[in-house]
């Protein structure tokens, strides 16, 4: 069994990791910051922020396990994220790219994309189709 684990930041990361043979994706920082987080919500200057940390996160160790044991030590971040609503928008977008990934490589179920892609090593990538301001 293989997981995905960690670093997506949008659809495309996570139909790569089932492109390159993941069973599971982690979705932390992606599913963070929404009504269903179960997290803080803090107003700042009249936006909403929720309070978001990693699992081996100081925060995360000091609430759920009495401090970072002095053998470990603390890997994850805790940071402000903008309020983001329901989640459900997010996961229709994340489900809409791995379709749209699937597609686009021939794969007519999920199984199949593993065996439809290929990954190929880009030094730099930069749309300028429509420039920079």
């Known amino acids: 069994m293989i997981i ?8 495309g990361d996570v139909a790569k990791a089932f ?3 993941a069973d599971f994706v982690m979705l932390g ?3 963070a910051g929404h009504e269903q987080s179960g997290g803080e919500v803090i107003e700042k200057d009249g936006e909403k922020f929720m309070k978001f940390y990693g699992m081996s996160s100081q925060s995360a160790m000091d ?3 009495g401090g970072v044991a002095n ?8 940071v402000l994220l903008p309020f983001r609503g329901d989640v459900n928008n997010t996961i229709q977008d994340i489900l809409g790219g791995v379709r749209s990934t699937c597609t686009y490589v021939g794969a007519a179920k999920l199984k199949e994309l593993t065996k439809r892609t290929t990954f190929i090593r ?3 990538q930069e749309n300028n189709v429509f420039g920079r301001e």
């Not at 995905?4 to 659809?11: E, Q, S, V």
């Open 63 to 65: 609430k759920h396990s």
């Open 4 to 11: 995905g684990d960690g670093g997506c930041a949008c659809a």
């Open 29 to 31: 920082g992606m599913l």
């Open 71 to 78: 053998y470990r030590a603390a890997e994850g971040k805790t």
């Open 122 to 124: 880009v030094q730099e």
């Open 19 to 21: 492109g390159g043979g």
